[in-house]
């Protein structure tokens, strides 16, 4: 599965139209992923307060959503693109693999709810390609 | 059986008063069928899905996706026991349909970013835990006559 001239437009004209709200976006599926999959908040022991819109989740869903933009810079390499970052997230973090798609999916659901209009069918299955590319960027170096 | 707090009852009441099935129904199966395109194999006889136009516009695929709409019903009044509430249609998917039931949860992932297009900030994460757990109750339940 690789992505189509057509799917690397969708995802960067969305992009473009969505990276003012690039806050607001890696909170809100942050948020989520910690809530709605519990088992996520395992990698955030060390934050004193995991709940929804707090200082910590929020700080860090702004990391994750600048990674996600500049990745869709990379879009034409996205394994050689984000090859530091999955050497952080295989060595250092750790992240089981699997919460890709969790959070990938909460992605997702955040966009619906914030571009409801932009975010149609075309546009959700070219960001939905681009989104599990992403993770099998980052789990690249893992094994 | 599973155990609902008061708040995931309430939660999950109110998204399916909020909802629109004639509308939200044909969204849901449609943006499954364009999203996860394997899935039109169990749609052979519907006509024209060749593409996102097409499938959005197909008046077979649209009364179907308020049909299975509609099956969430019976889990939303049966919510003690929505495990047995299923035990007909489980079979019916497994014996006469032959559906993946990793399809279901495809169909229930695509349900819930409709409903977030359509509620917005109303979509609370209280409210997306509820319904996920809502919605993997069912998808358990449908896929418990598989053999």
């Given amino acids: ?143 | 059986m599973v155990e609902w707090t008061d708040a995931e009852r309430t939660a999950i009441n109110f998204v399916f008063t909020k909802l629109d099935y004639d509308s939200v129904g044909p969204e849901s199966l449609s943006r499954c069928l364009i999203v996860y395109p394997w899935t039109q194999r169990y749609f052979g006889g519907f006509g024209n899905l060749y593409n996102a136009e097409a499938i959005l516009s197909n008046p077979m695929i649209a009364a179907h996706g308020i049909t299975v709409l509609h099956g969430l019903d019976r889990a939303l009044n049966n919510m003690d026991d929505i495990k047995n509430t299923y035990t007909q249609l489980s079979e019916l998917h497994s014996e006469k349909l032959h559906v993946d039931p990793d399809n279901f949860r495809l169909l229930a992932d695509c349900l819930v970013v409709v409903i977030a297009g359509r509620l917005g900030t109303d979509f609370t994460p209280e409210m997306q835990a509820a319904f996920a757990k809502f919605l993997s109750v069912v998808v358990s339940a449908l896929g418990r006559q598989y053999h």
């Fill in chain 1, 1 to 143: 599965m690789s992505l189509t001239v057509t799917d690397k437009a969708l995802v960067k004209d969305f992009f473009a139209k969505a990276a003012s709200k690039a806050e607001d976006i890696g909170n809100e599926a942050l948020s989520r992923t910690l809530v709605v999959y519990p088992q996520t908040k395992i990698y955030f022991s060390h934050w004193k307060d995991l709940s929804p819109g707090s200082e910590p989740v929020r700080k860090h869903g702004k990391v994750v959503m600048g990674g996600l933009l500049s990745a869709v810079g990379m879009i034409d390499d996205l394994t050689t693109g984000l090859l530091s970052l999955s050497e952080l997230h295989a060595y250092m973090l750790r992240v089981d693999p699997g919460n890709f798609k969790i959070l990938s999916h909460n992605i997702l659901v955040v966009l619906a709810m914030l571009f409801p209009v932009d975010f149609n069918p075309e546009t959700h299955v070219a960001v939905d390609k681009f989104l599990q590319l992403v993770s099998l960027a980052l789990a690249e170096k893992y094994r």
